[in-house]
């Protein structure tokens, strides 16, 4: 008990009191965003034989992001039957409903309450936590776990004594009032194995994902930070991979020179060599040697007042959506994307990826800087560029060292200028120079040094795995008396270490 009883004082005291630790509560909250995550002890019954043929099933927290976009869930679901939250389950959408502020989650629409075949996703896996492939051999026996969204996944009965694992994404930030008050302390058993991925969105962005307290809540985690998380998924290199490694499909000097167009600029003509490569420069749409097309225009990285200010100094050829002088794209372009309307919401619409590489191919250099500057966060600005041949001007992960495919230099790194002027001054004499230009190609001659190659074998060995088979491996294991922890040990031994 924090506050006096004293029966005189109580009422004062206890105001005091209790405003006291409101107001502690608030501070610390303020000061440390969230307390700290206390999990429960889970004490695990010796394990039933006979549950370990069960399926096993994984609540998909991702969908219930669609409580927060009311209108997903409100306008997108308006003609689906709807129906009341059984009582046992409102606790969980109570916690939900009151940190995304939607006033009432007493109803809902039916599937999202109610499994149905409709709802539930069937995973195929084979053993240690690997993902299934047509051919299963004896030693690689298969076994089915099924993913879904739906409330009734939380209920329990008498016989299936489990509830669901959960996957969490940093999407969902991670609460005391949602994880650990409701679904670690009241809907959480031995076997129900939290997994978290965190791909594809830099930690800079979803901080919540990549807390190491927060993180103890979970099993097993994935994500593109290897110093955060338990296993690597493959990145966006891998869907660059054939042309950055040595293979056939990796474009040679010779090649990269050749894509090069000469830079159609009436006042700087004479100063870049390859103007004098051929005579035809009024029909070229390179006006700059450096090329510049993004379209999420306002990032932690600040990436467009830098190359604002690097126009100051060096022409630079804006193709995206952000900052000043864009222009539109040439008309070949917009014929390979396929689309005159570029609904940058759904990219799948058109192929916009084509399109790039084709624009990117014919320029010098490429701004390749990341949204957020964090660990390990490489992605396709950096692949692209290098894959067509176009020298990108980095700024990103801080360690990108670790994952440059050249032993000097292939990229411009702007840690390396003191402000975006310097930077320009330098891109302006590397344009000129023939000689100097080439040398970020040199790569191109030579192996990827040993870092990169370990870590794209690691890379190709977690192709075989997805982390719902990781978690019902690790569940199936529980069931038969192991331990999760050693289980995952066992798969991260047989990927292999970053
Ligand atoms: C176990 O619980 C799941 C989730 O509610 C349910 O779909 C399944 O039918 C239950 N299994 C048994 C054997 O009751
Ligand atoms: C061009 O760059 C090369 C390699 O860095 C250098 O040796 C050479 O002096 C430069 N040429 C001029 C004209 O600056
Ligand atoms: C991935 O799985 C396939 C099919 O089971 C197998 O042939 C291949 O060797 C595996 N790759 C790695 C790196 O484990």
């Known amino acids: 008990m924090l506050c006096s009883k004293r029966k005189k004082t109580r009422l004062i005291s206890n105001f005091i009191c209790f405003t006291g630790i409101l107001s502690f509560i608030l501070l610390y909250q303020i000061t440390f965003?969230?307390?700290?995550?206390?999990?429960?002890?889970?004490?695990?019954?010796?394990?039933?034989?006979?549950?370990?043929?069960?399926?096993?099933?994984?609540?998909?927290?991702?969908?219930?992001r669609y409580l927060v976009a009311k209108d997903q869930l409100y306008v997108k679901n308006r003609e689906k039957p709807w129906c009341d939250v059984p009582k046992e389950l409102q606790v969980i959408t109570n916690a939900l409903c009151q940190f995304y502020g939607t006033p009432?989650?007493?109803?809902?629409?039916?599937?999202?309450?109610?499994?149905?075949?409709?709802?539930?996703?069937?995973?195929?896996?084979a053993s240690n936590g690997q993902i299934s492939t047509k051919v299963s051999t004896k030693r690689n026996k298969k076994f089915q776990c099924k993913r879904g969204y739906s409330l009734d996944l939380f209920m329990k009965d008498n016989e299936n004594q489990s509830y669901p694992s959960i996957i969490a994404d940093p999407f969902t930030p991670i609460t005391n009032s949602f994880y650990v008050k409701v679904l670690h302390n009241q809907y959480r058993s031995c076997n129900s194995m939290w997994g978290m991925i965190q791909t594809h969105e830099s930690l800079s962005y979803y901080p919540w994902s990549g807390d190491r307290e927060k993180m103890k809540l979970f099993d097993v985690t994935f994500g593109y930070d290897r110093s955060v998380y338990d296993f690597v998924p493959p990145p966006w290199l891998i869907n660059y991979i054939d042309g950055i490694d040595q293979t056939p499909k990796r474009l040679s000097l010779k090649q990269v020179m050749t894509n090069k167009k000469p830079i159609n600029s009436p006042s700087n003509r004479d100063d870049y060599w390859i103007n004098q490569q051929t005579n035809s420069i009024q029909s070229s749409y390179v006006k700059a040697s450096i090329l510049w097309m993004n379209s999420n225009c306002q990032t932690i990285s600040k990436r467009t007042q830098y190359v604002e200010q690097m126009m100051k100094f060096i022409d630079i050829d804006n193709f995206g959506l952000c900052g000043t002088n864009i222009r539109p794209l040439p008309q070949h372009i917009i014929d390979l994307e396929g689309s005159k309307t570029r609904n940058e919401q759904n990219r799948n619409s058109y192929n916009w990826e084509a399109g790039k590489l084709a624009l990117t191919s014919d320029y010098l250099f490429t701004i390749a800087i990341e949204n957020s500057r964090s660990y390990d966060?490489?992605?396709?600005?950096?692949?692209?560029?290098?894959?067509?041949?176009?020298?990108?001007?980095?700024?990103?992960?801080?360690?990108?060292?670790?994952?440059?495919?050249?032993?000097?230099?292939?990229?411009?790194?702007?840690?390396?200028?003191?402000?975006?002027?310097?930077?320009?001054?330098?891109?302006?004499?590397?344009?000129?120079?023939?000689?100097?230009?080439?040398?970020?190609?040199?790569?191109?001659?030579?192996?990827?040094?040993?870092?990169?190659?370990?870590?794209?074998?690691?890379?190709?060995?977690?192709?075989?795995?997805?982390?719902?088979?990781?978690?019902?491996?690790?569940?199936?294991?529980?069931?038969?008396?192991?331990?999760?922890?050693?289980?995952?040990?066992?798969?991260?031994?047989?990927?292999?270490?970053?």
């Not at 002890?41 to 969908?63: A, G, H, M, V, W």
């Not at 490489?378 to 020298?391: A, D, H």
């Not at 719902?468 to 569940?475: A, I, Q, W």
């Open 33 to 64: 965003h969230q307390a700290d995550i206390q999990p429960r002890i889970i004490s695990c019954p010796s394990p039933k034989q006979t549950r370990y043929e069960k399926t096993k099933y994984i609540f998909n927290l991702d969908l219930w």
């Open 104 to 125: 009432s989650c007493t109803r809902l629409p039916c599937h999202m309450i109610y499994s149905s075949s409709d709802t539930l996703t069937n995973i195929d896996c």
């Open 377 to 498: 966060y490489v992605t396709e600005k950096l692949w692209q560029p290098l894959l067509v041949g176009s020298v990108p001007i980095y700024l990103g992960a801080p360690n990108i060292e670790d994952w440059l495919p050249c032993r000097t230099d292939c990229i411009i790194d702007l840690r390396k200028f003191k402000t975006p002027k310097d930077a320009a001054l330098f891109i302006k004499n590397v344009a000129k120079n023939r000689t100097l230009y080439e040398s970020y190609h040199q790569w191109r001659n030579e192996e990827i040094p040993d870092k990169l190659k370990k870590m794209l074998k690691y890379f190709s060995s977690m192709r075989n795995y997805s982390l719902e088979c990781v978690l019902c491996e690790m569940s199936k294991r529980v069931d038969e008396g192991q331990s999760a922890k050693e289980t995952k040990k066992k798969i991260l031994d047989i990927v292999g270490h970053l």
